[in-house]
C-alpha cells in the first residue's frame, strides 16, 4: 500500500498528517471469477475499519491467480 494523500493536498477528505489517500495492488486466488467492480468490493470491505478511521480514497489494481 502507498500513501499518495501529498498528492491530494486541498482536495477533499485531505488531512495535513496524510493517510487518507492510498494506492494498493493486490494478487489474489479470490479474485478469479470475479468481476473488477467485485474484486473492489471486497477489498473495500476488508478495508472498512481504515475507511472508518479517516482512509478517505483507495485506488485498487487486482490481478488473479
Known amino acids: 500500500m502507498v500513501d499518495e ?16 489517500h492510498f494506492r494498493v ?14 474484486a473492489h468490493r471486497m477489498v473495500n470491505a476488508a478495508l ?4 472508518a478511521r479517516g482512509m478517505h480514497a483507495l485506488a ?3 490481478e488473479r491467480t
Open 5 to 20: 494523500s501529498h498528492l491530494h493536498k486541498g482536495h477533499a477528505g485531505h488531512r495535513p498528517e496524510g493517510e487518507t
Open 48 to 51: 472498512a475499519d481504515e475507511f
Open 25 to 38: 495492488k493486490i494478487t489474489s486466488e479470490a479474485f478469479s471469477g470475479k468481476s473488477r467492480v467485485d
Open 60 to 62: 485498487i489494481e487486482v
